[in-house]
């Protein structure tokens, strides 16, 4: 092929992708110019004002990965955690000398709660992406969003139970099928055709938050059933998550910082749902801390360190 083909090529290669890019720009919005029924559903947060991607194409959507608008960040964040969430179980699997002393079964215990944030971070990701084309769509992607929340409180409970309560064969079940009953009604009411979704944002937090102080009872009966020094690092690493939890719930709640920002500078970077993302990616991986704690002490404890 000659030079001159080479570069008519390159040239076309060029304005193609200037123009898909010109094109994809157009099409993110101010918030004013947003539809009502976009307003409703998918873009509930009054205090951005700018960077809204309106009417995407699937595969529009799959490049919006690469520049930027007011969900660029909120993709990535949880893409990395779900990467993250993989390499570091991988990593402690093959290397951490307490999970390297379980037996087969008992790791596959400790990988239940690696399932719920594969779940958690793969549907946050998948919203965030595709979060730009219909109304009907981004409901479902909402549902499907909230369901990887409940997944991911569920299986958070199953590997600290089983490893703390390993000989209380019943307490230790009675627990797990009680967390899992509210986990499964709330997600049964979320996929309802009532629409949960923008009637009752409030409500639908109080919810989570009401699943998550559920887990109340079995925490305090860990609490008491370890002895010291394990309870004290249970409890403290308890703490920690709660108030991450509590905090990032605090700024996605009240839309904190951008409520009082009146040049809205926090449209594109900073705005209260990257924090919520920050914060609910921290509190995974203080819970998978937690995790490692309940396994030291029931290798400490536990029936198979009488047999050692
Ligand atoms: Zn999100």
């Given at each position: 092929m000659s030079s001159k083909g080479i570069k008519k090529k390159t040239e076309f290669g060029l304005t193609k992708q200037k123009s898909m890019k010109s094109n994809l720009s157009d099409k993110i919005?101010?918030?004013?110019?947003?539809p009502e029924c976009n307003k409703l559903i998918?873009?509930?947060?009054?205090?951005l004002s700018t960077g809204y991607r309106l009417n995407f194409t699937a595969k529009e959507a799959l490049n919006s990965m690469f520049y930027c608008h007011n969900d660029t960040i909120n993709q990535w964040s949880h893409l990395l955690s779900l990467i993250g969430a993989i390499v570091l179980y991988l990593i402690t699997l093959f290397t951490d000398f307490r999970v390297k002393a379980l037996s087969g079964y008992e790791k596959s215990i400790f990988c239940v709660y690696l399932f719920g944030c594969i779940f958690v971070f793969a549907s946050s990701t998948i919203l965030h992406i595709f979060d730009c084309g219909s109304v009907q769509l981004s409901n479902v992607l909402l549902k499907l969003d909230l369901t990887g929340i409940a997944v991911m409180i569920m299986t958070s409970f199953v590997p600290p139970l089983y490893f703390v309560f390993c000989e209380y064969a019943k307490i230790r079940t009675s627990y797990i099928v009680m967390i899992f009953t509210i986990g499964g009604t709330l997600i049964s009411i979320t996929w309802s055709?009532?629409?949960?979704?923008?009637?009752f944002r409030y409500l639908r937090t109080l919810i989570f938050v009401l699943m998550v102080t559920s887990g109340l009872v079995p925490t305090v009966h860990i609490l008491i059933h370890v002895p010291s020094p394990h309870c004290w690092k249970i409890f403290f690493t308890l703490m920690a998550m709660f108030l991450t939890y509590g905090i990032g719930t605090l700024f996605y709640a009240f839309f904190i910082p951008e409520r009082w920002s009146k040049s809205h500078k926090f449209d594109f970077l900073g705005h209260s749902h990257q924090w919520w993302h920050f914060f609910v990616t921290l509190g995974a991986f203080i819970h998978f801390k937690l995790i490692l704690i309940c396994i030291e002490y029931h290798l400490t404890f536990g029936p198979a360190s009488q047999t050692i």
């Open positions: 919005v101010s918030r004013s110019i947003l998918q873009y509930t947060n009054t205090f055709p009532r629409d949960l979704l923008t009637e």
